[in-house]
C-alpha cells in the first residue's frame, strides 16, 4: 500500500528545535514535490513548506522562512523539515503529501495527495 507515515513530532520548549521526518513506502515518490502541512485545532490545513523532486527548490510559508528547512532524502524516500526557532504559534500537526497537481499555487493543499497520519507538535513557553 502506497502511503506517507510522519514522524519525530513531540513536546518542544519555545527557541527550541524538532526534526520531523516522512516516510514513503509502497512505491517511490522521488520524482515529485513534495510539501509540508500543518493544522490547529479549529483551523484550516496550512502550508508550511515544500521541495522540488531534485531537492533544489524549496519554497517557505513566511511564517517560517529562515526559521524552518525542508530536506529530502531520495535515496531513503524521505523527506524531512528540520524546525528551529521554535514559537508558540507553532503547535499543530503536521503533515507530508505528495504533490499531485501542477495547476495551482504549490500552496494548496487541493494540489495534494497520499496525505499521512500526522504528528503532533507541541510548544512549551
Known amino acids: 500500500q502506497e502511503q506517507l507515515a510522519e514522524s519525530g513530532g513531540g513536546l518542544v520548549q519555545a527557541g527550541g528545535s524538532l526534526r520531523l521526518s516522512c516516510a514513503a513506502s509502497g512505491r517511490t515518490f522521488s520524482s515529485y514535490f513534495m510539501g509540508w502541512f500543518r493544522q490547529a485545532p479549529g483551523k484550516e490545513r496550512d502550508f508550511v513548506a515544500g521541495?522540488?523532486?531534485?531537492?533544489?527548490?524549496?519554497y517557505y510559508a513566511a511564517s517560517v522562512e529562515g526559521r524552518f528547512t525542508i530536506s529530502r532524502d531520495n535515496g531513503k524516500n524521505i523527506v524531512y523539515l528540520q524546525m528551529n526557532s521554535v514559537n508558540p504559534e507553532d503547535p499543530a500537526v503536521y503533515y507530508c503529501a505528495v504533490r499531485l497537481s501542477v495547476w495551482n499555487a504549490v500552496s494548496r493543499p487541493d494540489e495534494y495527495g497520499y496525505w499521512g497520519q500526522g504528528t503532533q507538535v507541541t510548544v512549551s513557553s
Open positions: 521541495i522540488s523532486a531534485s531537492g533544489r527548490n524549496s
